[in-house]
């Protein structure tokens, strides 16, 4: 299977199995684009009679052509089948029953109250709590017991707020590095904040210990000060920015994102990327919003066009920075065509449920973060483990080759069968698609990989660039 | 190759012999949290 498109002033080819990314010219475009469909002689024919004066479309040159798409096929690098499904299940088997990541949900509650919160102002549908040190040490043992050989163990403070409950996450954070030397083992801590707690104490924490931090700001004041606010009403820009300078500015190159969300307000989210970029911010996503079908802030189908487009502005925009020596980086863009996944990790899902799952305040396992407040999702407690097996069962069957509507999608090596939350809340099912979300994720990308062509490109040769 | 440049990729098919470490981060695990790509994701693999 091939996915051909033009971009950015690129005919670009992909060959989904392979992994082989083609820059081609018109001819050659014209020729894989037709190549499954017609013989040899009907394509060159007519190529031919279509480019009548063209003397890049003569039967030499397209015959020539016609070689090396032939060549590539044969090498394995164009049309190449997909093999991969009898391997579905193997890196979960291989792995089944470790665990390597946990989400520690040390705070539901939160300090503003933001109308667009899938987490509803952070208390996931229940009562406001906060994770005891006591819950929060027994999640960290829980890890450990069943992390196997695996060193790397990610572990997220998230909430509602986590800063909330900041003083626990000092103490599981110092508990963790003990067991580090005990047990062979590394922790990676993410801290993800809406900033309205910062203060330098804070700021020295994250960067000596959190590996990311992940800031939520959602760009222009007005856009973000719209749903962003205390429960008085009042819009926490001013307040937050200020700080996520500081800290972002304090923490010497470690990894940070500026983590925006746009709705149906605000199509248009090239403008916040841009004042993201204007605050001095270089590290930046931007999501579109999670909620309910019958949510106001929904993205709509008149919207999906309008965002398309901001995504391809977005890329050029990147391509323009890069070239001017201003870079920055767009999570959804970042790509590593020679280095990234393998086969395996591409197939087999996102893993929540079996080795990453999402822990409440008092302790109870969900498959993860998005599923917290499902009670038909609760997957057991982090004292007795995982019990509810048939729940767990669904998520482990869950790989890419689970989903009918992505054996015939192009990307379906990218995203690997998409978000198990996000297939529940439209279909119904875990192993169901969230249409609108495809939409958006192919054009992300369409757009990622023809800026990496671009860079590649330029680098190999500057007169390009 | 006069008319097709190829961009340097990973082989998948060559991955399926030796990956499936199972070392890399979890997909979700970072900046989205609230969609699933893998493509962003570094191998971390010790020895490829």
């Known amino acids: 299977m091939i996915h051909a498109y033009q971009l950015g002033g690129y005919n670009i080819v992909l060959d989904v199995c392979s992994g082989a990314v083609h820059v081609v010219d018109d001819v050659s475009y014209g020729i ?87 987490a509803s102002q952070g208390k996931y ?72 707690l910062i203060d330098d104490d ?34 926490s820009w001013e307040k937050i920015v200020p700080k996520f300078q500081k800290l972002v500015k304090a923490r010497g190159g470690k990894n940070y994102y500026m983590r925006g969300t746009f709705t149906h307000a605000n199509p248009d989210f090239l403008k916040d990327i841009e004042t993201m970029l204007d605050l001095g ?19 709509t189908d008149e919207d999906l066009p309008i965002v398309c487009e901001q995504y391809e502005k977005l890329a050029e925009l990147m391509i323009r920075r890069r070239r001017e020596g201003r870079p920055f980086t767009f999570y959804h863009y970042m790509i590593d065509l020679s280095g990234g996944p393998c086969i ?16 409440t305040p008092w302790g109870d396992l969900y498959p993860c973060h998005q599923f917290v407040g499902e009670e038909r999702f609760k997957l057991g407690d982090i004292w007795t483990g995982v019990v509810n097996d048939a729940v767990q069962s669904e998520f482990a069957a869950c790989n890419v080759y689970a989903h009918e509507e992505c054996r015939d999608c192009w990307a379906r ?53 | 190759m006069t008319h097709i440049k190829t961009i340097n990729t990973r082989n998948l098919c060559e991955s399926a012999k030796n990956g499936g470490c199972g070392e890399c981060q979890t997909s979700c695990q970072s900046a989205c949290k609230t969609s699933c790509g893998i493509a962003n994701q570094k191998c971390e693999k010790e020895s490829k």
């Open chain 1, 344 to 359: 395996y990790k591409r197939i087999s899902g996102c893993g929540s449920g079996t080795e990453y799952m999402a822990v």
């Open chain 1, 125 to 196: 549908h229940g009562e406001r709590a906060v994770m005891s040190f006591a819950v929060g040490r027994q999640a960290l043992d829980f890890l450990v017991a069943h992390s196997g050989t695996r060193k790397n163990l990610e572990v997220d403070f998230f909430g509602g707020e986590p800063l909330m409950n900041f003083d626990v996450v000092k103490q599981l954070v110092a508990y963790a590095r003990t067991l580090e030397p005990k047990y062979g083992k590394h922790f990676r801590f993410t801290l993800t904040t809406n900033g309205v």
């Open chain 1, 281 to 299: 911010f270089t590290e930046l996503s931007m999501e579109p919003v999670v909620c309910e079908e019958s949510s106001p802030d929904r993205l």
């Open chain 1, 32 to 118: 894989i684009t037709h190549f499954e469909h017609l013989s040899r002689e009907e394509l060159i024919e007519g190529l031919f009679k279509a480019h009548p004066d063209d003397p890049a479309y003569s039967e030499a040159e397209l015959n020539a052509c016609y070689d090396e798409v032939l060549a590539l096929k044969e090498a394995g690098q164009l049309f190449s089948p997909d093999t991969f499904e009898p391997m579905a299940g193997t890196l979960k088997s291989r792995t089944s029953g470790v665990v390597k990541a946990l989400c520690l949900h040390v705070a539901h509650t939160c300090n503003l109250n933001c109308a667009y919160c899938f």
């Open chain 1, 202 to 235: 804070v700021i020295d924490f994250c960067n000596r210990e959190m590996s990311n931090v992940v800031l939520s700001l959602d760009g222009r004041k007005e856009i973000h000060d719209r749903y962003r606010v205390d429960y008085a009403g009042n819009g």
């Open chain 1, 413 to 465: 090596l990218y995203c690997s069968g998409g978000c198990a939350a996000n297939a529940y809340h439209a279909t119904g099912s875990v192993t169901g698609v969230y249409r609108y979300g495809c939409e958006l994720f192919k054009k992300r990308m369409e757009c990622a990989i023809m800026a990496a062509v671009d860079e590649q490109m330029a680098a190999e040769d500057p007169t390009n660039a």
